[in-house]
């Protein structure tokens, strides 16, 4: 902020527009595929902020994911929330060598280079508890600007 005289702050506004890159920066076409390493790289290296998603394992492990379902990305099907952490981390997006990413595992990629916005997803209801507090613990610990929403 700065001052205008008369006691009167103003707000330097290019502290706050900055683009934030929904779900990474993904261009399927070059196989940049939303909620990835890759995608989120190319975000950072053009230093944007990430918005990201978080669905949760049946354990309650929060694994970076849009879709309550694996179907539209992954080499697999049905419910995240259905399947261990264990056996997300062994499937791969389609046609891809990619896999998908812890929450921690996002965190420590990212490593505060770029502001981030993540969305806390819940298939059918309220989330289980320790969901939620494996997130809260995780966000907390993260040094970097970060903040949690979800509706």
């Known amino acids: ?3 205008s005289g008369a006691g009167a702050a103003t707000l330097d506004k290019a502290v706050f527009l900055r683009p934030i890159a929904h779900r990474g920066l993904h261009v399927a076409a070059k196989g940049l595929i939303e909620n990835t390493a890759p995608a989120f790289e190319a975000a950072i290296a053009k230093g944007y902020g990430i918005e990201c998603d978080l669905q949760a394992a ?7 994911f849009h879709d309550a379902t694996l179907d539209r990305l992954m080499d ?7 399947r261990s952490p264990a056996n997300l981390a062994t499937l791969h997006y389609k046609d891809q060598k990619t896999r998908l990413l812890t929450f921690t595992e996002f965190l420590t990629l990212v ?3 770029v502001p981030l916005l993540v969305e806390v997803k819940s298939a059918g209801g ?14 907390k610990a993260y040094a970097g600007p970060i903040a949690l929403m979800s509706f």
């Open 126 to 139: 309220a989330p289980p508890k320790d969901y939620l507090d494996k997130i809260a613990e995780q966000a």
């Open 1 to 3: 902020m700065t001052s």
């Open 111 to 113: 490593d505060g280079r």
């Open 58 to 64: 049946a354990d309650g492990t929060p694994f970076v």
């Open 76 to 82: 697999a099907t049905g419910a995240v929330a259905a």
